[in-house]
């Protein structure tokens, strides 16, 4: 059974920083891609940063500057890096990953609350 442990999460003052971290364990052959999204109250869940595990990146436009993702492929843990936190990157916070087990397969997180205040 695939897991995806997330930690990080938290209380920051706008301007503030936080780093996330998401592990995977379980029957994973091979991870193609892990990520982070966020959801936050009657909004959609939005793709926040991915990570191929080739080193590919890509952000969405409302962090791209701020945010950075990086990964461990000898761990399978993925980190999101957040600086100049705004009130506005309020929202559960998703890991995500798409992996080679039997099949090929997509896990979330349980997700972890960031809250910025202002």
């Known amino acids: 059974q695939v897991q995806l442990v997330e930690s990080g999460g938290g209380l920051v003052q706008a301007g503030g920083s936080l780093k996330l971290s998401c592990a995977a364990s379980?029957?994973?052959?091979?991870?193609?891609?892990m990520g982070w999204y966020r959801q936050a109250p009657g909004q959609q869940r939005e793709m926040v940063a991915t990570?191929?595990?080739?080193?590919?990146?890509d952000y969405g436009s409302s962090v791209k500057g701020r945010f950075t993702i990086s990964g461990d492929n000898a761990n399978n843990t993925v980190f999101l890096e957040m600086n100049g936190l705004k009130p506005e990157d309020t929202a559960v916070y998703y890991c995500?990953?798409?992996?080679?087990?039997?099949?090929?397969?997509?896990?979330w997180g349980q997700g972890t609350q960031v809250t910025v205040s202002s």
């Open positions: 379980g029957g994973i052959f091979a991870i193609y891609s």
């Open positions: 995500y990953t798409k992996f080679q087990g039997l099949w090929i397969y997509e896990k």
């Open positions: 990570i191929t595990n080739g080193g590919m990146t």
